[in-house]
């Protein structure tokens, strides 16, 4: 039986879960040339939410992470989780500003880029992994998972085939919830290399306390490599810890022993590193069984949360988590994984703050039927669809295809202020947040380096994108 290799997610999923991706990068900078002589089939780095949580929050630019880092990855490759069409923005971008990233992105040294789409619609694939395809980088298709009426194992493994034609080197099934069961994994695993010949990835979050028993199931069936982090960074809404299932599995014959002595020498770091960021640290309880009824990610539950106590209505939080399920059925069973998680969470807020259902409807969730965001799985409610499209009928062709080049007019209208390609994506992809950015950046200020005028005059006139 083939031996299963780990990638490691401590520095991009690990703390996107557990500490609201506030781990800055000299703290994985740090640590990253002994984790490259761990032995990772590669290590988790980039993409996700740490681009935007790198320059809203941190302040950092998230390029010069990317470089600072792969200058320490000598012997490991690093990865990186894209969005497809929606990158790492929330909105789906012209096909220029999809190239001009994977172009770019390639630049800087990335070896496996592995992208997604929330409802699992490839169309929405098919530019990113051209580009990806192109640029001569790994490309890994990943199969957003989720249970529901119109999802089994037999929609995964046609989804796969999918995938394959895609052009991906390798497939993941990609478990964002904790709802992949060892049974599921078994079947659904053997499925797949039945009909593919190509490496098998599997990555769950430990928020049901299923991930570890789906892991091994998976492995035995044939599943090649396995999202793990370090243990003090491991477990609750992140990944399994790599030292028990290393340890499980080297018991099984299914990989070499690790070497704990190197192991605990990284955890250690991450310990202190932990511990400097227990004001953002989610501190949910390490396994959350409604998750398997409710479906709600632990990263989505924390954020519903926030956003009733921001309203002063955290009490209504159970009432929230009913109407989540009711919503995600209206809207057709999307999986809850960005940005679907946040359109189905706000608008369940909003019917539940409100005390009638679609009172208020979001832009968002407008959009969403209206197709703008892909094919949903299932059906959507015909009275929201009535009430949204009224005679109208939603999207037929891929969603990007009716949005406008936007590379040569954001360079335009941003001029100066972005000195290079990297800056331009950055407000291209964060607009306000990355112009605001750019300005601390380069140490301008409205007001007082520059007049308007004068930043007029040199291209740095800033209007909403």
């Known amino acids: 039986m083939a031996q299963v290799s780990f990638v490691d997610t401590t520095m991009r999923d690990a703390h996107q879960s557990l500490l609201a991706t506030r781990i800055t990068t000299p703290e994985l900078v740090a640590i990253a040339s002994l984790v490259d002589?761990?032995?990772?089939?590669?290590?988790?780095?980039?993409g996700g939410a740490t681009y935007d949580a790198a320059v809203r929050y941190l302040s950092e630019d998230p390029w010069e992470r990317l470089d600072k880092l792969r200058d320490k990855f000598m012997k490991t490759r690093i990865q990186m989780l894209l969005r497809g069409q929606n990158l790492l923005g929330y909105r789906n971008y012209g096909d220029d500003v999809v190239e001009l990233f994977v172009k770019t992105l390639s630049r800087h040294g990335m070896d496996i880029v592995r992208m997604f789409d929330a409802l699992n619609d490839f169309r929405n694939?098919?530019?990113?992994?051209?580009?990806?395809?192109?640029?001569?980088?790994?490309?890994?298709?990943?199969?957003?998972?989720?249970?529901?009426?119109?999802?089994?194992?037999e929609y995964f493994v046609d989804l796969a085939d999918e995938a394959v034609n895609l052009g991906a080197d390798s497939l993941c099934i990609k478990d964002m919830a904790g709802l992949l069961t060892p049974g599921a994994a078994r079947e659904l695993v053997l499925e797949i290399k039945r009909n593919h010949d190509m490496p098998l990835e599997v990555h769950s979050h430990f928020s049901t306390g299923l991930a570890d028993m789906s892991y091994m199931t998976a492995a035995e069936a044939g599943a090649d490599i396995l999202d793990t982090a370090t243990s003090a960074l491991a477990?609750?809404?992140?990944?399994?810890?790599?030292?028990?299932?290393?340890?499980?599995?080297?018991?099984?014959?299914?990989?070499?022993?690790?070497?704990?002595s190197l192991l605990r020498h990284i955890n250690r770091h991450f310990i202190k590193v932990r511990n400097a960021h227990s004001g953002n640290d989610t501190v949910l309880q390490p396994i959350m069984p409604e998750i398997l009824e409710n479906q709600i990610p632990g990263g989505m539950f924390s954020n519903l949360l926030s956003q009733l106590k921001s309203q002063r209505v955290g009490h209504l939080l159970p009432?929230?988590?009913?109407?989540?399920?009711?919503?995600?059925?209206?809207?057709?069973?999307?999986?809850?994984?960005?940005?679907?998680?946040?359109?189905?969470?706000?608008?369940?807020?909003?019917?539940?703050?409100?005390?009638?259902?679609?009172?208020?409807?979001?832009?968002?969730?407008?959009?969403?039927?209206?197709?703008?965001?892909?094919?949903?799985?299932?059906t959507v409610s015909p009275q929201l669809l009535e009430k949204i499209l009224g005679n109208d009928e939603p999207l037929k062709c891929r969603a990007a295809d009716l949005i406008p080049f936007e590379v040569d007019?954001?360079?335009?209208?941003?001029?100066?202020?972005?000195?290079?390609?990297?800056?331009?994506?950055?407000?291209?992809?964060?607009?306000?947040?990355?112009?605001?950015?750019?300005?601390?950046?380069?140490?301008?200020?409205?007001?007082?380096?520059?007049?308007?005028?004068?930043?007029?005059?040199?291209g740095l006139a800033v209007h909403p994108i």
């Open 319 to 378: 009432q929230v988590l009913e109407e989540v399920p009711r919503v995600r059925e209206d809207l057709g069973y999307p999986p809850l994984v960005t940005p679907t998680s946040q359109i189905v969470g706000v608008q369940a807020v909003l019917n539940t703050i409100s005390g009638e259902r679609y009172k208020l409807v979001t832009k968002e969730v407008e959009r969403y039927v209206k197709g703008y965001y892909g094919r949903p799985p299932g």
């Open 125 to 153: 694939l098919e530019k990113a992994a051209a580009c990806v395809i192109k640029e001569k980088m790994h490309l890994q298709v990943a199969l957003s998972y989720t249970i529901s009426p119109v999802h089994n194992i």
């Open 235 to 260: 477990l609750g809404t992140s990944q399994p810890a790599v030292e028990a299932m290393w340890t499980a599995l080297s018991d099984l014959g299914l990989t070499l022993p690790p070497d704990y």
């Open 409 to 458: 007019s954001s360079r335009e209208h941003i001029g100066l202020l972005a000195k290079s390609d990297e800056d331009l994506l950055t407000y291209l992809l964060l607009g306000e947040v990355g112009k605001s950015f750019l300005l601390k950046k380069y140490k301008l200020s409205l007001g007082v380096d520059f007049s308007m005028a004068e930043l007029h005059s040199n």
């Open 37 to 46: 002589t761990v032995g990772y089939h590669a290590v988790e780095i980039w």
